[in-house]
């Protein structure tokens, strides 16, 4: 390497290294000057590192605590809420410390948190919802887990059964995203156990189901209108009126096979689409699926309008007859 370039290259370095040193001394020197009263000039600071954008998401989350302190020491409210929102974004569970602000600096902060943690909490279930899409289960976990931690927040307004219901969905999902890292080995079908006739009205001829229809992930085409779920607001979920499961004379599984699938209910609350999120066997998978086609729901509803729904079903073999629990989502 040539003697300037290798100059080039030590100057890039130094200037790496001393760009988080020189940050770090700018937002030391903000909190100074907030300790002394000195809002303006405390703000001025921090908004030069917001600009500059820190990496570190402690480092962003830092410089948004102090400006929106900062906005509500100076009563600018409304830029004070969209630094509150920045923070839910970057930690929503963060309230400030009886040491690091005034009592009236707190509650302020904890009344325009209260606005923003719904919309925290759709965002972050969406990222768990995703996650688990992406079958990334590891993450799914974690961000299911926080997605309890915010239900359990003395400050989110929200309704308690709709709480409740929420709370059912993460852990059901956790307990999905567990059991699908673990894999336990599906159960085996019983032996020399004759196929249950066709239900009424499916059109089959006793010879066994047809496959499971693939429902595209995230469960909705193209073109599809949207589908909506508990974590959806101002939507009433669908109610149901016929949800038989599968049973036959002789046949009792091990006691705790368990198979939970996920259906969409349509606008006319029939069953769209049926896909299974826990197995276990393909005997028992696809009866479930078989019995979902005869399910009827009263459709969900918004604004007035019938619409497509996800729901999450558990139906456990090995008692009789076999229980269905949900709907869990």
């Known amino acids: 390497m040539s003697r300037p370039a290798l100059f080039v290259l030590l100057l890039l370095l130094m200037l790496a290294v001393a760009a988080p040193a020189g940050a770090q001394q700018d937002f030391a020197a903000a909190k100074d000057l907030y300790t ?64 690091d602000a005034a009592p009236w600096v707190r509650a302020a902060f904890r009344e325009t948190r209260r606005k923003v943690l719904p919309a925290a909490l ?5 990222h768990a919802k995703d996650a688990y899409n992406k079958k990334d289960m590891a993450e ?22 709709a709480v409740g219901d929420m709370k059912m969905v993460a852990q059901g999902f956790i307990d ?60 009433t979920p669908p109610l149901p009126i016929r949800r038989d499961v599968p049973q036959w004379a002789g046949l009792r599984a091990p006691a705790g096979t368990t198979v939970i699938v996920e259906i ?42 019938p619409v497509r729904y996800r729901l999450l079903a558990k139906i456990v073999f090995g008692t009789q007859p076999p229980e269905l629990r949900g709907p869990m989502l």
């Open 176 to 235: 999905l995203a567990l059991a699908a890292t673990t894999k336990a080995p599906p159960v085996p079908p019983p032996p020399s156990s004759p196929p249950p006739p066709s239900a009424p009205g499916t059109g089959g001829s006793g010879a066994g189901p047809a496959p499971a229809a693939k429902a595209p992930e995230g469960g909705r085409a193209p073109d599809a209108p949207p589908v909506y779920d508990v974590s959806s607001q101002d939507v």
């Open 264 to 305: 969409i209910v349509s606008e006319t609350g029939t069953i769209e689409s049926a896909v299974v999120r826990q197995s276990a066997g393909k005997f028992y998978d696809e009866r479930v699926v078989e019995a979902t086609r005869n399910w009827l729901y009263r459709p969900a509803v918004k604004a007035g309008q």
């Open 36 to 99: 002394a009263a000195k809002y303006e000039d405390a703000l001025a600071v921090l908004d030069r590192l917001k600009e500059a954008k820190p990496a570190p998401p402690d480092a962003a989350l830092g410089v948004e605590q102090y400006r929106a302190m900062c906005l509500l020491a100076l009563n600018r409210r409304a830029e004070a809420e969209q630094a509150i929102e920045a923070i839910a974004d970057l930690d929503p569970f963060y309230q400030p410390a009886e040491d």
């Open 140 to 161: 799914a976990v974690v961000a299911f887990g926080r997605v309890i931690k915010i239900l359990d927040d003395p400050d989110l307004a929200l309704d308690k059964a």
């Open 122 to 126: 759709q965002r972050l279930y969406g």
